[in-house]
């Protein structure tokens, strides 16, 4: 391929442009984010609210909606993960370590960035198969007619409980850090709005984790709809 | 008089592993700057037939930019807004150990000891860190009007000495905010509109090119910056780059 036929080789090679794909890429993902616990706190107004909630998720457009979704979410992903994992690398391949190591004001988030990611796309791969694909042949079974059911067995399992919080924590760490980072990446971020993204970003990483955790702790500790 | 431990990265040649070695550093006055302790550390061991420890250094008070130790840890030591050589020795206690160690970067190899070469730095600005006049009838500066925001802007961005604290306290040793502040300097000021996109392309490409890694918004750079250099001008390039690209790959 040549130059003039690969616009978005060119973009995808310079260290600005990888990161553009990063952060626009990461947009995508906030904002499902955001949708995802919108519905999901639907399981807290009712059995009936959350089934037909899930019920819509699959008809609408005739079905096609929910492969959409799948396939836009699944590329944002793929892109998100190959591209962060390649600036991790030459990050680390140009910068020698100094033997007296310090940080002046870098948040531990910010460092942690990789593995924050990395535990996250495990536990993607694990909710897609528990949830989605639904391996577990007796979880599939209830799915079928009561998918609000599937998701109080789910969580009844100690576990898998431990793991969400686990998941859940590093999302919120990652987000903390990855919601600023997007408005300076794509170039929107300044003295004057800095203290106000600054917020923004915690505000948001920490409803995430508060509203993800709720389901489970309420199921398993709480009994509830159990 | 202050009694002091110092650990001081020595390497002989750029090829040499290097390590760290101990000194003490008796007697030291507490009026003496940071570089001036170096020099009477270097004067006794040049009388007991050692070599001296090799540094960067020429004005000796903050604007030339060659000074470039790293102190503790942190580039131009933790002190805000000064650099090397406007540190001084009242700031340590008595018995205090100082790391003393060059600005690493994987694109800054080491000379000699705590001095590296810079000259990527140098490819950065030759890449597009100019404008084009013709020079014979070259218009007055001031006869071209310019907002008072962008004037303070580009003098803020010029304010940048060209030292490399911000690549080397740089988690990834990411050269944007010296690289951003050549950019903005010109980027801010009608003279540099003419070559505002291609500036940005070159410099950014020289700039990948000389292995700097790339910035994950840590900020590092700016606490390190001698000159308070804002990152915000990163946002700026950003910005820039992102057009600039687009219009030369789609348009
Ligand atoms: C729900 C999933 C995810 C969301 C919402 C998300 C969100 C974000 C956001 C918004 C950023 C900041 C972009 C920027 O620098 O402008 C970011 C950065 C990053 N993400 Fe993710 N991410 C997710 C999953 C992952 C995964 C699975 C990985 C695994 C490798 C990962 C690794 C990283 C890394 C290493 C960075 C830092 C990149 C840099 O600083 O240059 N992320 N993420
Ligand atoms: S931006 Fe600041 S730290 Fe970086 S080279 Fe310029 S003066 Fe030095
Ligand atoms: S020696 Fe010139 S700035 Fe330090």
């Known amino acids: 391929m040549n130059a003039s036929t690969c616009s978005l080789c060119t973009i995808w090679n310079s260290s600005i442009g990888k990161k553009l794909l990063v952060a626009l890429t990461g947009l995508v993902l906030v904002l499902f984010l955001a949708g ?60 020698p370590k100094y033997v007296h190591e310090q940080t002046i004001q870098a948040s531990k988030s910010s460092r942690i960035m990789i593995w924050s ?55 919120c760490s990652h987000l903390s850090h990855g919601v600023a980072s997007i408005f300076q990446t794509l170039g929107l971020r300044s003295k004057k709005s800095a203290p106000l993204i600054e917020k923004l970003s915690k505000g948001y990483a920490l409803v995430i984790w508060l509203g993800f955790l709720s389901i489970p702790l309420a199921i398993y500790f709480f009994k509830f709809g159990r | 008089m202050l009694n002091l431990t110092l650990k001081v990265w020595r390497q002989k040649t750029p090829q040499d592993q290097g390590s760290i070695e101990t000194y003490d550093a008796k007697n030291i006055p507490e009026e003496a700057s940071f570089l001036e302790m170096l020099d009477i550390v270097n004067e006794r061991i040049i009388e007991s037939g050692g070599e001296p420890i090799h540094f960067d250094h020429d004005c000796r008070e903050g604007i030339c930019g060659a000074c470039s130790l790293t102190i503790n840890g942190v580039p131009h030591s933790k002190e805000k807004g000064i650099t090397s050589c406007q540190v001084h020795m009242r700031k340590f206690r008595d018995g205090d150990t100082i790391w003393i160690e060059p600005f690493r970067a994987r694109a800054f190899p080491v000379i000699r000891d705590l001095i590296v070469d810079r000259s990527a730095m140098d490819r950065i600005i030759a890449a597009g860190g100019y404008i084009d006049v013709r020079t014979g009838s070259a218009v007055d500066a001031n006869s071209l009007p310019i907002p008072k925001p962008d004037a303070d802007a580009a003098f803020d961005a010029a304010a940048c000495i060209g030292c490399g604290a911000c690549i080397a306290a740089c988690k990834n040793s990411s050269a944007m905010l010296f690289t951003a502040a050549k950019v903005s300097h010109l980027g801010h000021l009608p003279q540099g509109q003419p070559e505002r996109d291609k500036r940005v392309l070159a410099m950014v490409r020289q700039m990948d090119a000389e292995g700097f890694g790339n910035c994950t918004n840590q900020y590092e750079c700016e606490a390190a910056c001698p000159k308070e250099i804002s990152v915000d001008h990163i946002a700026r390039m950003n910005r820039d780059y992102t057009v600039a690209s687009l219009k030369e790959q789609l348009v």
Request: a neutral charge; aromatic letters at 8%.
């Open chain 1, 117 to 171: 990611g990395l535990t996250i796309l495990a536990f993607v791969i694990f909710h897609l198969l528990h949830f989605t694909v639904r391996v577990d042949s007796g979880l599939a079974e209830i799915a079928k007619t009561n998918p609000h059911k599937m998701v109080i067995v789910g969580f009844s399992n100690g576990l898998v409980v431990l793991f969400y919080a686990i998941a859940m924590t590093l999302l």
């Open chain 1, 36 to 95: 995802h616990l919108a519905g999901n706190l639907l399981i807290f107004v009712g059995e009936e609210a959350f089934n037909e909630y899930a019920e819509m998720l699959h008809t609408m457009l005739h079905g096609a909606g929910v492969w959409i979704a799948r396939a836009v979410l699944l590329t944002c992903l793929v892109i998100h993960v190959v591209a962060t994992i390649s600036l991790t690398r030459l990050n680390r391949a140009a910068s």
